[in-house]
């Protein structure tokens, strides 16, 4: 029975959530009837270069560094219509203003140089809603920047898009020494790519009405004091999936000595939040949330969550059933059933026969001589 109860707790704990570091995380509040919102988007990833610790590029290599700015449309004047250009192939909405913040910290060790990138892009967002504010765009949720993204910094113009740039101002002998190398088409991969989130079918991601924002209090968020529906994706469970990071590892050699490059970054994740009830749905090929008043009805292919909850409580109360029954037999075949010596083999003896003593109707066995 215990057994039973692990193995139950286990499995329920198993579906939760599991977070890490995320190659692209959105964060996005939408109140009702709003004429803009200004949802929060993070790029992470980490790389790593080793070597084996007497080497070229150890010896080029300075100290530790880290490099950080804020970004806005003053010094990151070309970045909003970057953004604009790619959505408008896919979106009705606009983005109007930008800020943010950019961080690259170069950390020095004995055999490995290991780089950790973080961006976080705040749009300010218009023209969201497609016609009236029932229909909700969803396309802005993703976008990806190929090119480079100059940035006015103190450290002179800097692309944000390229991880090249943290090398190219921490010790740029060494961006030097590992040109031409096969680590360079690594540390030239653009780190704004929120693709992945746009591309994943808003079918699949998880969703549930909320009435928290009924309460008074949240009106100071920007909510009318309706229900909320909260979308997300990017949710690692026993049966949508575990969470498998990306990585890109590549082996190379420069005038003999040989080296490996390893790009890590674990999958994306977003959560949306929308004032009412919504629903997903499809203008042509562009996906968007419908919005209602009251709780539409809702049946997901993929929305197994409740069943494979209640299903794990029917197999832990099947489980504890066979076990009484089991139980229950062993006791009446104990009870029922003569184990032990066979009777055959014994003999009667009376109790106190030795001398001083007396004699009862009672007695006691012995196995027969």
């Known amino acids: 029975m215990n057994k039973t109860h692990i193995i139950f707790l286990i499995l329920l704990i198993s579906t939760s959530s599991i977070h890490t570091v995320y190659a692209a995380q959105l964060d996005a509040t939408i109140a ?3 004429q803009e919102f200004v949802p929060s988007f993070q790029f992470m990833r980490v790389v790593t270069i080793n070597h084996d610790g007497d080497s070229e590029l150890y010896r080029l290599m300075g100290n530790n560094v880290k490099i950080s700015f804020d970004i806005d449309k003053t010094n990151a004047p070309s970045l909003i219509s970057q953004i604009n250009s790619d959505l408008k192939e896919k979106s009705f909405a606009k983005i109007t ?17 290991g780089i950790e990138y973080k ?4 749009p300010t967002i218009q023209n969201h809603y497609v016609g009236d504010s029932d229909t909700l765009d969803s396309q802005w949720r993703g976008f990806a920047i190929k090119e480079k993204i100059p940035v006015n910094t103190i450290y002179g113009e800097y692309d944000i898009n390229s991880p090249s740039s943290a090398l190219a101002v921490s010790s740029m002998n060494v961006l030097d020494y590992l040109s031409g190398s096969d680590a360079l088409a690594i540390l030239e991969t653009p780190l704004i790519d929120a693709n992945g989130i746009s591309e994943f079918p808003l079918s699949k991601w998880e969703s549930m009405f909320d009435p928290t924002a009924k309460m008074s209090e949240t009106v100071n968020f920007g909510f009318s004091g309706n229900v909320i529906t909260n979308y997300s994706m990017g949710i690692c469970t026993v049966y949508l999936g575990l ?11 420069i005038d003999g000595e040989k080296y490996s490059i390893r790009l890590m970054e674990s999958q994306d994740d977003a959560t949306i939040i929308i004032e009412g009830y919504v629903n997903e749905s499809q203008i042509g090929k562009v996906e968007i949330f419908t919005i209602q008043d009251s709780a539409p009805i809702i049946v997901k292919e993929s929305d197994m969550q409740v069943i494979t909850m209640y299903g794990m409580a029917g197999i832990g109360v099947g489980a504890a059933a066979v076990f009484f029954v089991i139980s229950d037999r062993k006791i009446k075949r104990t009870s029922s059933v003569q184990t032990g010596i066979d009777p055959i083999h014994l003999e009667s003896v009376p109790i106190s026969s030795s001398a001083g003593g007396y004699q009862t109707n009672r007695g006691t066995s012995q196995l027969k001589q």
Request: hydrophobic share 30%; with cysteine; charged share 30%.
């Open 32 to 34: 009702k009837d709003s």
């Open 97 to 113: 203003d930008i800020s943010g913040t950019y961080s690259a910290i170069v950390s020095v060790q004995e055999k490995s140089i």
């Open 119 to 122: 961006i976080t892009l705040n």
């Open 243 to 253: 969470c498998e990071d990306k990585r890109v590892y590549q082996e190379f050699s």
